[in-house]
């Protein structure tokens, strides 16, 4: 776990392409200046428009394309994550090869730890030895105290068990840093899975046991001890899952923002005194702290006394080997990914081993690896191009606020506030994280994971006191993907993004427009969707609507909420109306600026078909195949549970069924299954 927080961060997806740089460069060969960017090979021209456009749009790929088998799920942003991490691959093995990089340095840090992650001789070799120190602290626990001792030390070390920290701005108070804690310890992936009730449910909960008492008997146990020792395991977790949020209570960032002095949550948890527990957190001079879900510290203060001490250690020891499995010797690597691939998300072999471990070292020392992405793969024009694009959806997105017929002008204003404040950044970070205090070895992989989390604890630790750093990045530049962070109310965009099917240099503006400009209003609106629109221009959670206007909003989202309750996947699943909300108003609103924007070029007040597509028919085909793409079964159940995004066919289809330019551009009649009369149409953004 690392010791941090992007407030409220809402992403593109839950989640290099050389054709974009060589448009850019202008060293096209015949048949790559032939490509076609909106390419009738991939669409199914039987489907009518009007009834299924998802399938019209992409569905000679959906038919003919497989997911991989080193995969849960296949799609747009998955093929354009799959050619940049080749890109990032072969950086790898450059400066892996190479033997001149000192100490320290980027090259050098990246090379040794992709080093580490490569030998799995070594790897095999240490086994569990590899984390011995902290195997060696769980079995000398003799105290309950012990237990937060221990719980400290691993949590220092970015080892998740029952405390999820982070430090980040306070959201009431965006200018002061403050430590705050969210709830944690659970190892399936939300309290769905220890509630509900269905057959999927319960064998997903059998075979987690059985993946508990697995990891118990590699660690040493004999099959009768883990079984026996993995029941402990789950009925501990059982209770922690009791007091915990499901995930769509935690989209109410009025419900999670509770602050307590230290001594006055101390007596509201007898078994923890949380100065103590500061001074081991090496926190100091900090009387505060935000505490998202106060039921749940105050059910782990119950259970370290309540759970018998052996059963906190065997707790200890299954979330220790389990949240390192994947940088241990393969026994333990292969359990996780039986489980936790298998099992949940229906993957059926492992993802490549360089690709593992490149993931690995993005979430380590992802700006020394972002930065080597920048310089081999990124051209400071699309920066140029993508902030002329931001500029225009943001001035296309002032147009729509002023024409609201539902908003007050008091209202308005304060949008039009926010709307100007946005902070924009596209591509990579204009000052880079400073790694001179990380030592990274090339045989030890478990232990650089570690170390490189200690370094990030004590990176954020040092944050406290001092001003809001609102340069942060909280996503690499090699990452397919965008935010909005309301804290900061910026907008994000990694370099990684800027390529096709989102963004290319020589694609034409309805492309571009129904790509990456859906994308960037799509972040804009989260601004303004039921949660950023909690959160006023300065970035405070702090109410600036009027109260009719709060209601009228509430009103319209509620359709939104209805419109996504009535789909369905795997023809009997619901999609989760509320959990989805702010996603599913993100795309509606993004489509809807993206168009405007369009609307103002060239090409938008043009009527020159190409490929035998109008502008908008053009502009609408690049929207639907962003979200192309298609998962496995259990994949697609585990994100109904645990994402805030819905099913890419419903991001697809549920805001152009709303939108009208869409209708006149395709000729959508009453009749036509995705009709939706006009009094039954959501009208946020």
Same mark, same amino acid.
């Given at each position: 776990?690392?010791? /941090?927080?992007?407030?409220?961060?809402?992403?593109?997806?839950?989640?290099?392409?050389?054709?974009?740089?060589?448009?850019?460069?202008?060293?096209?060969?015949?048949?790559?200046?032939?490509?076609?960017?909106?390419?009738?090979?991939?669409?199914?021209?039987?489907?009518?428009?009007?009834?299924? +456009?998802?399938? !019209?749009?992409?569905? @000679?790929?959906?038919?003919?394309?497989?997911?991989?088998?080193?995969?849960?799920?296949?799609?747009?942003?998955?093929?354009?994550?799959?050619?940049?991490?080749? @890109?990032? %691959?072969?950086?790898?093995?450059?400066?892996?090869?190479?033997?001149?990089?000192?100490?320290?340095?980027?090259?050098?840090?990246?090379?040794?730890?992709?080093?580490?992650?490569?030998?799995?001789?070594?790897?095999?070799?240490?086994?569990?030895?590899?984390?011995?120190?902290?195997?060696?602290?769980?079995?000398?626990?003799?105290?309950?105290?012990?237990?937060?001792?221990?719980?400290?030390?691993?949590?220092?070390?970015?080892? %998740?068990?029952?405390?999820? $920290?982070?430090?980040?701005? #306070? #959201?009431?108070?965006?200018?002061?840093?403050?430590?705050?804690?969210?709830? $944690?310890?659970?190892?399936?992936?939300?309290?769905?899975?220890?509630?509900?009730?269905?057959?999927?449910?319960?064998?997903?909960?059998?075979?987690?046991?059985?993946?508990?008492?697995?990891?118990?008997?590699?660690? *040493?146990?004999? @099959?009768?001890?883990?079984?026996?020792?993995?029941?402990?395991?789950?009925?501990?977790?059982?209770?922690?899952?009791?007091?915990?949020?499901?995930?769509?209570?935690?989209?109410? =960032?009025?419900?999670?923002?509770?602050?307590?002095?230290?001594?006055?949550?101390?007596?509201?948890?007898?078994?923890?005194?949380?100065?103590?527990?500061?001074?081991?957190? $090496?926190?100091?001079?900090?009387?505060?702290?935000?505490?998202?879900?106060?039921?749940? !510290?105050?059910?782990?203060?119950?259970?370290?006394?309540?759970?018998?001490?052996?059963?906190?250690?065997?707790?200890?020891?299954?979330?220790?080997?389990?949240?390192?499995?994947?940088?241990?010797? #393969?026994?333990?690597?292969?359990?996780?990914?039986?489980? !936790?691939?298998?099992?949940?998300?229906? %993957?059926?072999? /492992?993802?490549?081993?360089?690709?593992?471990?490149? *993931?690995?070292?993005?979430?380590?020392? $992802? #700006?020394?690896?972002?930065?080597?992405?920048?310089?081999?793969?990124?051209?400071?024009?699309?920066?140029?191009?993508?902030?002329?694009?931001?500029?225009?959806?943001?001035?296309?997105?002032?147009?729509?606020?002023?024409?609201?017929?539902?908003?007050?002008?008091?209202?308005? &204003?304060?949008?039009?506030?926010?709307?100007?404040?946005?902070?924009?950044?596209?591509?990579? =970070?204009?000052?880079?994280?400073? !790694?001179?205090?990380?030592?990274?070895?090339?045989?030890?992989?478990?232990?650089?994971?570690?170390?490189?989390?200690?370094?990030?604890?004590?990176?954020?630790?040092?944050?406290?006191?001092?001003?809001?750093?609102?340069?942060?990045?909280?996503?690499?530049?090699? &990452?397919?993907?965008?935010?909005?962070?309301?804290?900061?109310?910026?907008?994000?965009?990694?370099?990684?993004?800027?390529? +096709?099917?989102?963004?290319?240099?020589?694609?034409?503006?309805?492309?571009?427009?129904?790509?990456?400009?859906?994308?960037?209003?799509?972040?804009?609106?989260?601004?303004?969707?039921?949660?950023?629109?909690?959160?006023?221009?300065?970035?405070?959670?702090?109410?600036?609507?009027?109260?009719?206007?709060?209601?009228? +909003?509430?009103?319209?989202?509620?359709?939104?909420?209805?419109?996504?309750?009535?789909?369905?996947?795997?023809?009997?699943? @619901?999609?989760?109306?509320?959990?989805?909300?702010?996603?599913?108003?993100?795309?509606?609103?993004?489509?809807?600026?993206?168009?405007?924007? +369009?609307?103002?070029?060239?090409? *938008? /007040?043009?009527?020159?078909?190409?490929?035998?597509?109008?502008?908008?028919?053009?502009?609408?085909?690049?929207?639907?195949?962003?979200?192309?793409?298609?998962?496995?079964?259990?994949?697609?159940?585990?994100?109904?549970?645990?994402?805030?995004?819905?099913?890419?066919?419903?991001?697809?289809?549920?805001?152009?069924?709303?939108?009208?330019?869409?209708?006149?551009?395709?000729?959508? /009649?009453?009749?036509?299954?995705?009709?939706?009369?006009?009094?039954?149409?959501?009208?946020?953004?």
């Amino acid at each position: 776990m690392k010791f /941090q927080k992007i407030v409220l961060a809402t992403y593109l997806m839950c989640g290099s392409a050389m054709l974009s740089q060589l448009h850019a460069q202008g060293e096209l060969n015949t048949s790559a200046k032939d490509f076609k960017f909106i390419d009738p090979k991939n669409m199914d021209l039987s489907v009518k428009p009007g009834d299924n +456009f998802f399938e !019209y749009a992409n569905g @000679a790929w959906l038919r003919t394309t497989e997911i991989p088998g080193d995969k849960t799920r296949w799609g747009s942003f998955d093929e354009l994550r799959d050619r940049t991490n080749k @890109a990032v %691959q072969k950086l790898l093995v450059d400066v892996s090869s190479g033997s001149n990089a000192a100490k320290g340095t980027k090259e050098y840090n990246v090379a040794s730890f992709y080093k580490s992650g490569m030998n799995t001789e070594a790897i095999n070799k240490l086994g569990v030895n590899a984390i011995k120190p902290e195997l060696d602290a769980i079995k000398g626990i003799k105290t309950p105290q012990q237990i937060l001792d221990v719980v400290t030390m691993l949590t220092k070390k970015g080892i %998740q068990t029952v405390m999820n $920290g982070y430090i980040g701005p #306070d #959201d009431k108070d965006v200018t002061k840093i403050i430590v705050q804690f969210g709830q $944690g310890g659970l190892g399936l992936p939300s309290k769905d899975y220890y509630t509900d009730k269905d057959e999927n449910a319960v064998k997903n909960r059998a075979a987690y046991t059985k993946y508990i008492t697995d990891i118990l008997i590699a660690s *040493g146990q004999t @099959a009768a001890e883990a079984a026996k020792n993995a029941t402990a395991v789950f009925a501990l977790e059982s209770k922690l899952a009791t007091a915990s949020y499901f995930p769509t209570e935690m989209r109410d =960032p009025q419900k999670m923002y509770n602050k307590f002095s230290l001594a006055a949550f101390s007596k509201q948890t007898p078994n923890i005194n949380w100065s103590t527990l500061f001074g081991k957190l $090496g926190i100091k001079g900090q009387s505060e702290m935000l505490i998202s879900n106060p039921n749940y !510290y105050k059910a782990v203060s119950k259970e370290i006394t309540a759970t018998p001490l052996a059963s906190w250690k065997q707790y200890l020891l299954f979330h220790t080997l389990s949240h390192m499995s994947p940088y241990l010797s #393969d026994n333990f690597e292969n359990l996780s990914f039986e489980f !936790y691939g298998k099992t949940l998300s229906g %993957q059926k072999m /492992q993802t490549p081993r360089w690709e593992r471990v490149m *993931g690995v070292i993005n979430g380590s020392i $992802g #700006d020394q690896l972002g930065q080597l992405y920048v310089d081999k793969n990124f051209q400071p024009e699309a920066k140029e191009k993508m902030l002329e694009l931001v500029n225009n959806l943001q001035v296309a997105f002032g147009d729509r606020i002023k024409q609201l017929d539902w908003m007050s002008a008091a209202t308005k &204003t304060k949008a039009m506030t926010k709307l100007n404040s946005f902070m924009k950044k596209i591509g990579y =970070p204009d000052k880079w994280k400073d !790694y001179s205090a990380l030592t990274i070895t090339e045989n030890n992989y478990a232990q650089n994971v570690l170390k490189a989390s200690a370094f990030e604890y004590d990176y954020y630790l040092s944050k406290l006191g001092k001003p809001v750093d609102r340069t942060e990045w909280g996503m690499t530049p090699n &990452t397919v993907n965008a935010y909005y962070n309301p804290a900061f109310n910026e907008i994000v965009f990694p370099a990684a993004i800027l390529q +096709f099917p989102f963004f290319d240099f020589n694609a034409d503006d309805a492309v571009n427009y129904g790509g990456i400009g859906a994308v960037i209003g799509h972040e804009m609106t989260h601004g303004f969707d039921d949660q950023g629109a909690q959160y006023a221009a300065d970035g405070n959670l702090k109410n600036w609507w009027t109260p009719e206007d709060e209601k009228k +909003f509430k009103g319209k989202t509620q359709v939104v909420v209805n419109q996504f309750n009535s789909y369905k996947v795997l023809d009997t699943v @619901a999609v989760n109306g509320e959990l989805t909300l702010g996603e599913n108003i993100a795309d509606l609103g993004g489509l809807a600026v993206a168009y405007e924007a +369009f609307k103002k070029t060239k090409q *938008g /007040q043009s009527s020159e078909k190409i490929d035998g597509f109008s502008p908008d028919q053009r502009f609408f085909l690049s929207w639907a195949q962003i979200w192309r793409g298609k998962a496995t079964d259990k994949r697609t159940l585990q994100l109904i549970k645990i994402d805030p995004h819905s099913p890419g066919v419903w991001r697809a289809i549920g805001p152009l069924s709303n939108f009208e330019p869409f209708y006149k551009a395709f000729n959508i /009649q009453p009749g036509d299954k995705m009709y939706r009369p006009e009094n039954e149409r959501a009208k946020i953004w």
